[in-house]
């Protein structure tokens, strides 16, 4: 099968309205308010139009994998200098192409180490920045994902903090891709813990506010588990086949 967005998948008018009811219906099964959930949008291979129709829906939050399509988008016609519109980097972000992100973006979700802080730190300072970002951490310790395992979450904390111009915002994880997502739910149970673990612990620049936890397939879980920033890129543009 070719590359290519299934166009079987409802408006985005439509996807955008599933997916607010389907937030507000496993918040209140937490009890919890579902306006201190933010909605990331994963933008990702989808072109500026259609981010841009998302964008009229409502949607301000967009995530990103790759900082080049990031920038461009940023920069195309339809999108550049709209109001309110915001950036996430959420994928692997190499040394190389961190000066090209900052000041660009309202979040970096995805500082893996404690070299790709360096270079943040060292670009930021350049200009004179403070950047928000949070610690990605590879809950399950999967070997084809990036991130701090969590017992070595608390260590790069401490050591990150020590980044003037650098602001630990929280803790990021994507959780392994199930069919079942109550599979997922001992990880969201540990990666709150860890966040608030890490919270009540009092270190510079460390502010945990934002844990960005649950996508397309498991949202509704972390959610129940204490998530406060959801990255949703499927049920809302539809699934891109790979050939």
């Not at 498991?218 to 539809?238: K, N, P, Q």
Request: with cysteine; net charge neutral; glycine share 8%.
């Amino acid at each position: 099968m070719s590359n290519g967005i299934d166009n079987t998948a409802v408006s985005i008018k439509d996807s955008v309205a599933l997916v607010r009811e389907q937030i507000a219906r496993a918040a209140g099964r937490a009890g919890r308010d579902p306006s201190q959930i933010k909605l990331i949008a994963v933008s990702k291979t989808k072109p500026p139009e259609l981010i841009y129709e998302a964008y009229c829906e409502g949607l301000v939050s967009f995530g990103e994998n790759y900082a080049r399509e990031l920038t461009e988008k940023i920069e195309s016609e339809s999108l550049r200098g709209l109001s309110g519109i915001e950036w996430h980097m959420i994928g692997h972000l190499q040394t190389n192409k961190v000066k090209a992100l900052i000041g660009k973006t309202a979040l970096i979700q995805s500082l893996d180490s404690i070299r790709l802080a360096a270079e943040i730190q060292k670009q930021a300072a350049q200009k004179a920045l403070t950047a928000d970002v949070l610690l990605e951490i590879n809950i399950a310790k999967e070997p084809n994902k990036y991130g701090f395992f969590a017992e070595e979450a608390g260590e790069a904390a401490a050591r990150i903090s020590a980044f003037p111009n650098i602001r630990v915002l929280g803790l990021m994880a994507c959780a392994p891709l199930t069919d079942n997502p109550e599979h997922n739910r001992i990880y969201f149970k540990q990666l709150h813990e860890l966040f608030l673990d890490i919270g009540n612990k009092d270190m510079d620049n460390i502010h945990m506010r934002v844990l960005s936890m649950g996508m397309s397939g498991d949202f509704g879980v972390a959610i129940e588990e204490g998530s406060t920033m959801l990255r949703i890129g499927t049920r809302l543009f539809g699934r891109r086949f790979q050939s």
